[in-house]
T-cell receptor, first 116, second 115 residues
Framework: AQKITQTQPGMFVQEKEAVTLDCTYD???????LFWYKQPSSGEMIFLIYQGSYDQQNATEGRYSLNFQKARKSANLVISASQLGDSAMYFCAMRDYGGATNKLIFGTGTLLAVQP | DGGITQSPKYLFRKEGQNVTLSCEQNLNHDAMYWYRQDPGQGLRLIYYSQIVNDFQKGDIAEGYSVSREKKESFPLTVTSAQKNPTAFYLC??????????????FGPGTRLTVT
């Protein structure tokens, strides 16, 4: 069965520093996608970055990058130059492309607090 | 602007009453989803629909019902059979295009409180 694990319930980071949020996954399907979402206190989920299982390079989107280590089944989110507005919950999610649905499986999230 | 709207943002109901949460999208997406989020928890899938007039149960469908009569709309009814209905409900949609990565776009959510 598919599973996403986020072992860090909460993290602190100083403004302007980089932070890594951990995510490990488990799937038996060779074709899958990994997503990171940000959830501010307002509640809306914001799509940040995507990594496909066959992508050769790590995904990057502005200050966000994904450290994809396929053999270790990890897909850590790296946020560079943290800003106060980065304070939020962050969720890792996975989609199994071998299945007939577009379902996402979510982890339990990591609460990031950026300190001035 | 394209997006997903959910109404209302806050909803209060008495125990034993059914309540319907609205979800509308103008992204022309084929697939729509309903999730439930409890405090400090991740999202759990209630129902999803990949096409009009078709929907499937997610992981926690008991006590909920949905309909998909129009592509743009996917309302969720929380019935009196749902034992713990107080939660934050999120609606999402995704494209069914073959070249899509199927990222899901979310609405702002409805916070339901049942007393």
């Amino acid at each position: 069965a598919q599973k996403i694990t986020q072992t860090q319930p909460g993290m602190f980071v100083q403004e302007k520093e980089a932070v890594t949020l951990d995510c490990t996954y488990d799937t038996s399907d060779p074709s899958y996608g990994l997503f990171w979402y940000k959830q501010p206190s307002s509640g809306e989920m914001i799509f940040l970055i995507y990594q496909g299982s066959y992508d050769q390079q790590n995904a990057t989107e502005g200050r966000y990058s994904l450290n994809f280590q396929k053999a270790r089944k990890s897909a850590n989110l790296v946020i560079s130059a943290s800003q106060l507005g980065d304070s939020a919950m962050y969720f890792c999610a996975m989609r199994d492309y071998g299945g007939a649905t577009n379902k996402l499986i979510f982890g339990t999230g990591t609460l990031l607090a950026v300190q001035p | 602007d394209g997006g997903i709207t959910q109404s209302p943002k806050y909803l209060f109901r008495k125990e034993g009453q059914n309540v319907t949460l609205s979800c509308e999208q103008n992204l022309n997406h084929d697939a729509m989803y309903w999730y439930r989020q409890d405090p400090g928890q991740g999202l759990r899938l209630i129902y999803y629909s990949q096409i009009v007039n078709d929907f499937q149960k997610g992981d926690i469908a008991e006590g909920y019902s949905v309909s998909r009569e129009k592509k743009e709309s996917f309302p969720l009814t929380v019935t009196s059979a749902q034992k713990n209905p107080t939660a934050f409900y999120l609606c999402a949609s995704s494209s069914g295009r073959a070249d899509s990565i199927y990222e899901q776009y979310f609405g702002p959510g409805t916070r339901l409180t049942v007393t």
